[in-house]
């Protein structure tokens, strides 16, 4: 079985950081694409940003300059670096991964549970 385990959530004022961790765990041979996706209450579930398995990004682009995605693909670890957060940012945000499993070998996308962050005052 394998999942994906996110960390970092909380509450933070605006203008202030907040680091996401996801870490992925289970028969793993290797990860493509890694990424963050957020959802806020009343609203579709939105691309956050992504990293592609050669190191390419992509950025929602409410959060171009502001949001930093980066991998560790030894660990299988995707990382969100959040700063000058705003009450906009407010939502459950997800890991999501194309990862490759063993036993037969195929790949499978995979979604974490979630974690909350809430900008507030």
């Known amino acids: 079985q394998v999942q994906l385990v996110e960390s970092g959530g909380g509450l933070v004022q605006p203008g202030g950081s907040l680091r996401l961790s996801c870490a992925a765990s289970?028969?793993?041979?290797?990860?493509?694409?890694m990424g963050w996706y957020r959802q806020a209450p009343g609203k579709q579930r939105e691309l956050v940003a992504t990293?592609?398995?050669?190191?390419?990004?992509n950025y929602a682009g409410s959060v171009k300059g502001r949001f930093t995605i980066s991998r560790d693909n030894a660990k299988n670890t995707v990382s969100l670096q959040m700063t000058s957060l705003k009450p906009e940012d407010t939502a459950v945000y997800y890991c999501?991964?194309?990862?490759?499993?063993?036993?037969?070998?195929?790949?499978?996308?995979?979604w974490g549970q979630g974690t909350l962050v809430t900008v507030s005052s």
């Open positions: 999501n991964a194309e990862i490759g499993v063993l036993g037969p070998s195929r790949y499978l996308e995979v």
């Open positions: 289970g028969s793993i041979f290797s990860t493509n694409a």
């Open positions: 990293l592609n398995g050669g190191g390419g990004t």
